[in-house]
Each structure stands twice: as structure tokens, then as C-alpha cells.
């Protein structure tokens, strides 16, 4: 490790493996898909903030958290690969830097496009930036704020779409604020079960989490019970939204062998939390299809 420090090409892959790029399209298509679903339009707006919310964004959100992390990552065999980088302290610096200069320079362009006619966009895109940093760095540390955490780690996600929707002028109504409550409940659910994997070494750091404070059965039954009330909601959308209430049983499937888990045996949700990462891929793809149904049926 000490031999690599010196070596640019090392300090590139730490960079990006702390941006998490299995996880670049969950905050980049919520924005796309919104922009494009309300305007009928691909333009520099789209391009270009389909870019920001896809690398800059997550580059920021979990650099920072990795870098504020460390300590209670060195003791979790998760960290290291897919899941988290296990970022090296002589980079901290570095990958704090690289997320917020991409997303001044990134983020600066989106807003120069979207023009001053949006005043409600740049309130919308505070929020989501300062929940991408309350969330993990010190004296904020939303993620050690049980319930609070699960909040604010949905917001990362539902935030670009409705800052999409903003910039693209969509009009709101019951079936739009249904559909948003559906996401905001899935984010919940996806943040609050992943929490489950990590009780002990959490613990053992002494960090709080909605996991650690209600412990391990009940955070994953709270899960389930979020992914079947954004189900439900679905069901409230027009037409063709409510196939997509089907898509949250597999994320039920997923974490219902873990029903009954203990704390002391709460790591082994890690193997509900791989599939759940593949799930959104699949989910990708149908709420892609289901998009396509929409706008050829006129909206």
C-alpha cells in the first residue's frame, strides 16, 4: 500500500471507488427520467445534469462519508470493494476536493443552463446538498441520528428527481405526490435494511443508526413494512404506474430470510443487501419500460 501511494493511477481507482459507481445510476436516472418525462426533451439541461447527479453528486455524498467513516470502516469486512472504499488517509483531502470542485463546476453549469426562471430549483438542490453533506460529516452526522438517517439517505435519492420535475415544470398532482411518497418510502426501506448488516461493527464504533437503535428484526420488519406501503402507493399513480406496485415484493423477497435476525448474526444480511443492489438494475429496467408505456400513451 505504501508503494502506492506515489502512483496516480492508484489515487485515480481509491477516487472513484469512493464515489460508489455501482450506485451511480440511482441518483442520475431519478433526475433524467423526470426531466425527460415532463419536458418530451434531450438538451444540454438534460446532458448535463443527467452528468452532475450521475458522478459529481456521488462523488461528494460518499467521499465525504467515507473519509468522515474511516475509523469505524477499518473495522467492517464490508469495506474495501463495491460496498465502500476503505479510503486511505493520505487521500481524504483529495477526494473531499475532487467532489467538491466537480459539483461547483458540474453542478454551476446545470444551474447556468436551467436559467433564473427557477427560483424553486435552487432551493431544491440546497436541500439536496445539504442532506449529501449533514449526512456524515462531523458535527452534523445525520446518520448517526436514528430514523433521521433513513430520512436523510432517501432524500439523496428522491431529491434529483424532484429537482428534475422542478427545472422541467411538472404539474403537480395527487398521482405525482403519490409516486414521490412511493420513492421516499422505498429510500427508507433500502437505507433502513442496509443498516441491519452493519449493528455490531456500528456498535463496536459507537455509532447510532436506526438499526442499532431499534435493533436487528425490528429494523428489517420496518423495512419490509416501507417497501409494502410504496407498493400500496403505487396503486395511486395513473396509468401505467400501478404495474410498478409488483416491483416492490422482490425487494421483500429479499430481505424476508432475515424476519427474525439477531443482532449477533445481523452481518448476514449483507447477502439480502447484494441482491438488493442487483435489484435496482432490474427495477431500472421495468420502471424504464413502464416510462416508455407512458409517454406513447400521450402522458
Known amino acids: 500500500m505504501t508503494e502506492q501511494l506515489g502512483t496516480s493511477g492508484w489515487k485515480t481507482r481509491q477516487v472513484v471507488q469512493s464515489s460508489r459507481p455501482l ?74 476536493a475532487a467532489g467538491v470542485l466537480s459539483c461547483v463546476l458540474v453542478g454551476g453549469a446545470m444551474v447556468w443552463l436551467v436559467g433564473a426562471g427557477h427560483p424553486l430549483s435552487w432551493v431544491v438542490l440546497a436541500v439536496s446538498l445539504f442532506a449529501v453533506v449533514a449526512y456524515s460529516v462531523r458535527g452534523l452526522r445525520f446518520k448517526e441520528r436514528p430514523i433521521l438517517d433513513s430520512i436523510t439517505s432517501s432524500t439523496h435519492f428522491v431529491s434529483p428527481a424532484i429537482y428534475g420535475l422542478v427545472v422541467a415544470g411538472a404539474t403537480v398532482n395527487f398521482g405525482l405526490l403519490a409516486l414521490l411518497a412511493a420513492f421516499f418510502l422505498w429510500g427508507m426501506a433500502s437505507h433502513a435494511f442496509g443498516a441491519v448488516q452493519d449493528v455490531e461493527p456500528d456498535r463496536q464504533a459507537g455509532i447510532a443508526s436506526i438499526a442499532t437503535a431499534l435493533g ?64 435496482n438494475f432490474f427495477t431500472g429496467f421495468v420502471v424504464t419500460m413502464l416510462l416508455i408505456l407512458w409517454v406513447r400513451q400521450g402522458g
Open 23 to 96: 450506485s451511480w445510476i440511482n441518483t442520475a436516472f431519478p433526475f433524467a427520467a423526470a426531466y425527460v418525462v415532463t419536458t418530451g426533451r434531450v438538451d444540454a439541461t438534460l446532458i448535463v445534469g443527467t452528468l452532475f447527479f450521475l458522478i459529481p453528486y456521488n462523488l461528494l455524498m460518499y467521499g465525504i462519508n467515507d473519509v468522515f467513516d474511516y475509523e469505524s470502516d477499518l473495522r467492517n469486512p464490508r469495506k474495501g470493494g463495491a460496498e465502500g472504499a476503505l479510503l486511505h488517509p493520505a487521500l481524504h483531502r483529495t477526494v473531499i
Open 216 to 279: 436487528a428484526w425490528p429494523t428489517v420488519r420496518l423495512a419490509i413494512t416501507f417497501w409494502g406501503l410504496a407498493g400500496l402507493l403505487m396503486l395511486a399513480t395513473p396509468w401505467p404506474g400501478p404495474l410498478a406496485a409488483v416491483l416492490s415484493f422482490p425487494y421483500i423477497l429479499a430481505a424476508l430470510p432475515f424476519w427474525s435476525v439477531s443482532d449477533e448474526l445481523s452481518e448476514s444480511a449483507n447477502r439480502g443487501w447484494k441482491r438488493f443492489l442487483w435489484l
